[in-house]
């Protein structure tokens, strides 16, 4: 009993460890079978801030998802995913748009409407049934039926008389249309995310996302830390990846700029499909008819990203921040996950100090976070330092020397351990959807493998000189650094040791 519960955990481990790339009406598929009891979609799109022409419009397409389409209103999407119990959610990085839904797993029906009020509302859906029958709560029955070819479903007679003529007059008037019991939920989902962007109306009076766009650039600009990332990739990239993830405080977008963003981005050469709990093969078949009279095109560029770093401080709320950082070019490296990893301060018992050399030198009331930030043709890794302002500069400079220790060298048992950490971040990142969806589409349009396994056997080739010579060429390299607070009394970065 116990050698069978072990091979089925070793089985669900394999299943988890990879996902087979196809593609289905030019759309690149990927699905992955991870035993949770439940499932997820996302539509990946090349659609990050990096490719938008005009700043805040990747945002604004984000904050458009889920509104009107050619099958259904932004209200019909919300009735119909509330009927299913799923969830709907969009986000966006600097390189792709991802369109989410999570549901039920399995073969879980539609289930049929039986109730007067169901008929009215919760039935309000895209999908059919044909021929059926309907007994209403006072004994009358309702006897539906669908042409041949039509999409909707009428009313054609009545069983028993009821004691409302009033209610059955208008429920013969009526056209219903029904779920669809022989469908599955993810015909469902995958037909409410592939709308979006095969069949978006962008319509005016839905532009009332303007306020969603300014509340995200305000909840940005409120947080210190995710102002001092976003500043930090413009001084770094200057272009491409420096691009922000959200649009500025007065934005001067309209409807125009998105609807054209969107018939640029949204083409099956530049979409993903990525599933998790559900077969490669029905979600192939799912994608093949949503995506089958899609737009084809090669999608939008981005010039090759360069590294150049700097030097940048701005006023700010809340605690003072700090980012010490450097870029790298090319594609993400398991040395320099690995140099994150190493320099990450987090200890791996709840309220102890850790034995990091950046933990035990920190001064009372700072906290630094290790930050490793990894895209298709660059990364950039670093620390965020924040702390009260007469500790920030030591703990700013505590950072910047273990920094420069990772590149003199560090003692075997410094590596393996930096090691571990970096494998077990990456694993554990597997097992969350999230890090499912964000492992598969950084490598889904690049053609790359897409195996934890191979994932792993990188860092088992990571040895001391390999870490220490990424290390060398990074310190070698202009660093980035970001202040943001009190500008008066935060201290530079030559103050540090850069």
């Known amino acids: 009993m116990f050698a069978a519960r ?43 801030s990096r490719y938008e022409p005009k700043e805040g419009v990747a945002n604004a397409l984000k ?116 779920p669809n019991p022989r469908l599955l939920l993810s015909d469902v989902f995958v ?49 491409g990846l420096a691009s922000s993830l959200y649009a500025p405080a007065h934005p001067s977008i309209g409807l125009k700029d998105i609807q054209d963003y969107a018939a640029k981005v949204f083409t099956k050469e530049n979409i993903a499909v990525v599933g998790t709990g559900i077969e490669q093969s029905k979600l192939t078949e799912l994608v093949n008819k949503a995506f089958a009279n899609a737009a084809s095109s090669s999608g939008p560029t981005s010039s090759s990203t360069r590294y150049f770093g700097g030097e940048n401080r701005i006023e700010g709320t809340g605690p003072q921040t700090a980012f010490i950082g450097i870029g790298t070019m090319g594609a993400p490296s398991a040395e320099v996950a690995t140099l994150a990893a190493y320099l990450n301060p987090s200890p791996s018992v709840k309220w102890s100090k850790g034995t990091s050399p950046i933990a035990a030198a920190l001064p009372e009331g700072a906290s630094v976070q290790s930050v490793y930030l990894p895209y298709s043709d660059a990364s950039l890794v670093g620390l965020l330092v924040q702390a009260p302002t007469a500790a920030l500069k030591e703990a700013g400079s505590v950072a910047v020397s273990a920094l420069k220790k990772a590149a003199s060298g560090i003692s075997q048992e410094e590596l393996a351990s930096a090691v571990a950490r970096a494998k077990f971040a990456a694993a554990s990142a597997a097992d969350a959807r999230a890090g499912v969806v964000e492992a598969i589409g950084a490598k889904i349009f690049s053609g790359s493998e897409i195996s934890l396994a191979s994932t792993l056997s990188a860092f088992d080739a990571v040895d001391a000189s390999a870490f220490s010579k990424a290390a060398a060429e990074l310190v070698k390299a202009k660093p980035t650094y970001v202040a943001v607070g009190d500008i008066v009394s935060l201290p530079y970065a030559d103050e540090l040791g850069l």
């Open 63 to 178: 904050n458009f998802a889920f509104k009107s389409t050619a099958k259904r209103t932004a209200l019909g999407t919300v009735r119909e995913s509330d009927l299913y119990g799923g969830v709907l959610s969009s986000s966006l990085g600097r390189e792709h748009l991802a369109l989410s839904a999570e549901f039920l797993k399995g073969d879980d029906r539609l289930r049929e409407c039986r109730a007067p009020q169901e008929l009215g509302a919760g039935c309000q859906s895209d999908v059919w049934i044909a021929e059926s029958s309907f007994t209403l709560s006072d004994g009358s029955c309702i006897s539906i039926h669908r042409s041949m070819g039509a999409r909707q479903v009428a009313l054609i007679g009545l069983g028993a008389s009821s004691q409302n003529d009033g209610d059955l007059r208008k429920w013969r008037r009526a056209t219903l249309r029904l």
């Open 191 to 239: 037909d409410i995310l592939t709308s979006f962007i095969t069949s978006a109306k962008f319509t005016r009076h839905e532009f009332y996302v303007a306020p969603l766009i300014s509340n995200d650039t305000a909840a940005a600009a409120a947080n210190p830390a995710i102002q001092a990332i976003e500043l930090a990739h413009a001084i770094a990239f200057r272009q």
């Open 6 to 48: 072990v091979s089925a955990r070793n089985v669900q481990r394999a299943a988890r460890s990879f996902a087979t790339v196809v593609e289905s009406s030019g759309v690149k598929v990927a699905a992955v079978e991870n035993g949770a009891p439940t499932s997820s979609l996302t539509v990946l799109v090349k659609a990050g």
